[in-house]
């Protein structure tokens, strides 16, 4: 399907899909962000990685509107997330972290809906076809509380796609789904970046990370401790340990950054 929206060319070259600038965050005490900064180009498919109270979420939350950040600033395709909040979040499409529905909802319903809050009717015939894709057809008329929680996470990626937006962020969009769904969600998200779509993960699946992002920012306690490509981040950090296939793997990549203050 082809789901680049005008937007996603005309917007191409003159910005950047994502940008972090300065970006603080206090929760009471807790500095959740420390001057975080951060550009995405269009076209990306961008890892977003580090343990949990990282500030990942956050920082999606800043992006998407939700949080307003201390310090900084942030931009998705050039319009601000604070001073121009309905341009900027019309051209981003959230996957969130926690499953919440409405339950007396049915799927159908659930995206419905969600396009009128984009300001978009007589949008049926997209809303069949990510159903389509995500394999979400047959279960269009169920309610939203008797859905498996693989099955929310799918209307949850449906969900974030009814508006066309050229940047999608995906949170631990396979946290608790079976290795199934998994991979044909990832074939799914891989086909969008291959139309155009920007597409930003977090995932504690390292090895998904590795196969499928170009570039990696490692988050730890708020701050940025690592941002390079994958290729990149392999050979400086990894031990150059040879496993079977000759590569050392991200997951040992994460454990060395983690663990010391190399930068
Ligand atoms: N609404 C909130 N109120 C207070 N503290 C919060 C809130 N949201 C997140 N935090 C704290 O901010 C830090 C970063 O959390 P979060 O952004 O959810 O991290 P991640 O997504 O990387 O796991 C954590 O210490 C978390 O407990
Ligand atoms: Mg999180």
Redesign the pocket.
């Known amino acids: 399907m082809s789901t680049a929206s005008p937007d996603c060319s005309a917007f191409r070259s003159m910005h950047s899909a994502i940008s972090v600038k300065n970006i603080s965050?206090y929760?009471?005490a807790?500095q959740?962000?420390d001057d975080v900064s951060l550009t995405i180009e269009p076209g990306e498919f961008f890892g977003l990685l580090?343990?949990?109270?990282?500030?990942?979420?956050?920082?999606?939350?800043i992006l998407a509107g939700l949080?307003k950040a201390d310090k900084g600033h942030a931009a998705i395709l050039g319009s601000d997330v604070q001073s121009a909040f309905r341009e900027a979040r019309r051209m981003l499409g959230v996957v969130p972290?926690e499953l919440v529905f409405d339950p007396f909802f049915t799927v159908r319903e659930t995206l419905r809906f969600q396009s009128g809050y984009f300001g978009i009717r007589h949008n049926d015939a997209w809303i069949d076809e990510i159903m389509a894709n995500l394999d979400l057809t047959s279960k269009a008329d169920s309610n939203m509380r008797a859905l498996s929680g693989g099955m929310k996470r799918r209307v949850l990626v449906a969900q974030a796609l009814v508006h066309r937006p050229p940047v999608i962020i995906l949170?631990?969009p396979t946290a608790g789904v079976d290795v199934e769904l998994r991979q044909s969600l990832w074939q799914f998200i891989s086909r969008l970046n291959q139309d155009g779509h920007t597409i930003v993960l977090?995932t504690h699946y390292l090895e998904e990370a590795e196969a499928l992002c170009q570039r990696i920012a490692m988050?730890k306690?708020?701050k940025i401790v690592a941002l390079d490509t994958t290729a990149n981040l392999l050979t400086r950090y990894g031990s150059n340990k040879k496993d079977g296939d000759g590569k050392t793997d991200l997951e040992e990549v994460f454990v060395n950054i983690m663990s010391g203050d190399i930068r």
């Open positions: 965050k929760y009471g807790l959740a962000l580090g343990p949990n109270g990282a500030g990942k979420t956050t920082l999606i939350s949080v972290q949170d631990e977090t988050l306690q708020g």
